[in-house]
């Protein structure tokens, strides 16, 4: 069975520090998603990682693949209060068409 | 309207009642899905639609019946739910169910409380 684990669930920061979530799966993808959710609301596509050693940015959060691992991380750089929200990750599994599975969330509060 | 949209926003029903939540897409797309979310727990994928037909059923209870009329449109009847079906029920699309290259659009979700 696939898993998709988060770490950390919960996440308080102080605006200005730097940060990383991680994103650990257990089987073969063809690419990973992450996407942001505030509350109440619905999911925004922020990042889609298609290969081993992508790397995307925007803004102060940055997204990586390394899938020999099979971990993805999302760095926040220089958090400000705007970045509260919950993060997930997805991951796409392979020879199964669209199918997504989904982290648990990283809820993150960033203080001033 | 432009991108995914869902109705109602939100939902409160008794465990008798039988309602409908609706969602359409505005992108093109030839797939739809279903999600349920939970307090605390991840996504769960219900249903998956490509071109109309049901293409994957995760398991989900007979009380929760998908239909999917055209493309653009997919509909979650309700009967006889359970409070633990209190969830926010998210609608995505995305152009092909088939393949895994075709980003998913989400919906900005039904909220639902069953008393």
């Known amino acids: 069975e696939l898993k998709v684990e988060q770490n950390p669930l919960f996440l308080s920061m102080q605006e200005g520090k730097n940060y990383t979530i991680y994103c650990n799966y257990s089987t073969t993808s063809d690419r990973l998603y992450w996407y942001r959710q505030d509350p109440g609301k619905s999911l925004e596509s922020l990042f889609v990682?298609?290969?081993?050693?992508a790397v995307k940015q925007e803004g102060r959060l940055m997204a990586s693949l390394d899938t020999k691992a099979r971990l993805s991380t999302l760095h926040i750089t220089a958090a400000v209060h705007d970045l509260s929200a919950t993060y997930f990750c997805a991951v796409a599994i392979s020879n199964q068409g669209g199918k997504l599975i989904f982290g648990q969330g990283t809820e993150l509060s960033v203080k001033p | 309207e432009t991108g995914v949209t869902q109705t109602p926003r939100h939902l409160v029903m008794g465990m008798t009642n039988k309602k409908s939540l609706k969602c359409e897409q505005h992108?093109?797309?030839?797939?739809m899905y279903w999600y349920k979310q939970s307090a605390k727990k991840p996504l769960e994928l219900m249903f998956v639609?490509?071109?109309?037909?049901?293409?994957e059923n995760n398991s989900v209870p007979s009380r929760f019946s998908p239909e999917c009329p055209n493309s653009s449109h997919l509909f979650l009847h309700l009967h006889t739910l359970q409070p633990e079906d209190s969830a926010l029920y998210l609608c995505?699309?995305?152009?092909?169910?088939?393949?895994?290259?075709?980003?998913?659009?989400f919906g900005p979700g039904t909220r639902l409380t069953v008393l």
């Open positions: 639609y490509s071109l109309e037909e049901r293409v």
């Open positions: 995505a699309s995305s152009q092909d169910s088939r393949s895994s290259y075709n980003e998913q659009f």
């Open positions: 990682l298609l290969s081993n050693g």
């Open positions: 992108l093109g797309h030839n797939a």
